[in-house]
């Protein structure tokens, strides 16, 4: 879609909304839940004489009422506030929804709710996630297909089951191991196996593979390598690791990984 043109680009904005993190600060405090619900319809020119129920069937699609839409929108939670954005973009019946974090700033068991929401709505409607989130145990549990991002790229994509059961790449790996376990005991035992150096700057990223720096892999390769590698603050890398940024390829069947010791081949 970044080569289509004006026009071609208003044909398609329609079929994708998009559902913001902070459900407070996307909403316009000055107006009531039935402007900010029917806005895209004023915009496109489709409110007519049907907006107002649309705005009503979009509000109870989301667990809400048409007693709620002459309100604003400091009179609800932070939850409903989020299920008010939600049928904001649903409104104009899309066919692919982009969720930025959308139960961060939600309690633990309104984040349930909502997830059990999106999921029905998934099923009623048809629609296509594209579901933005840090918890690898909530995208586990929504998605599908995962892509695992460092620093601002790709390092490993594929089926969820897959992916979280055989990870590739070091990064995806700790990312699993971080999630918190149910039993204390296990919780405790565990150690964390992401190396103690900082995040890199994201603007000025290291050369070769970005996650060089912290990966326990490389290191242990190179600790155990006598030939091409580096010695980096006192730890041996890999030179390749250091110098070359790796591909993101196809791994068997498995997945793709951009790693060039990608932990299952």
């Known amino acids: 879609i970044t080569a289509f043109s004006h026009s071609q680009l208003q044909a398609v904005r329609d079929r994708m909304q998009v559902m913001f993190q902070d459900s407070r600060a996307s909403l316009n405090p000055r107006m009531t839940i039935e402007a900010i619900v029917g806005e895209p319809l004023v915009i496109r020119g489709k409110w007519g004489s049907v907006g107002r129920e649309r705005v009503h069937q979009a509000l109870a699609r989301v667990g809400l009422g048409p007693q709620h839409a ?3 929108p400091h009179e609800f939670s932070g939850g409903q506030q989020q299920r008010i954005g939600l ?17 961060s700033s939600l309690d633990v068991s309104i984040r349930a709710q909502m997830i059990n929401l999106l999921q029905d709505l998934q099923a009623e409607l048809r ?9 690898l145990s909530v995208v586990h549990h929504i998605s599908d297909r995962i892509a695992v991002m460092y620093l601002g790229r790709i390092v490993e994509l594929g089926d969820t089951d897959l992916l979280c059961q055989n990870p590739l790449h070091p990064y995806t790996a700790n990312l699993i ?14 150690r964390p196996t992401l ?6 700057d994201p603007i000025d990223r290291p050369g070769g593979c970005a996650f060089h720096t912290r990966c326990q892999l490389a290191m242990a390769i190179g600790a155990n390598e006598t030939q091409n590698t580096v010695e980096i603050q006192g730890k041996r890398l890999p030179r390749r690791c250091v110098e070359e940024r790796p591909p993101l390829r ?3 069947r498995l997945g793709w990984a951009a790693c060039h010791y990608a932990m299952c081949s």
Do not use: C
């Open 70 to 72: 002459k309100r604003l």
């Open 87 to 103: 049928a904001r973009a649903l409104i104009l019946e899309p066919q692919l929804l982009v969720l930025d974090e959308p139960i």
């Open 127 to 135: 629609l296509s996630y594209v579901f933005i989130a840090h918890d």
């Open 177 to 190: 191991e971080a999630i918190p376990q149910p039993d204390p005991s296990a919780e405790n035992s565990r």
């Open 195 to 200: 190396a103690t150096s900082g995040l890199p």
């Open 250 to 252: 196809q791994h068997r």
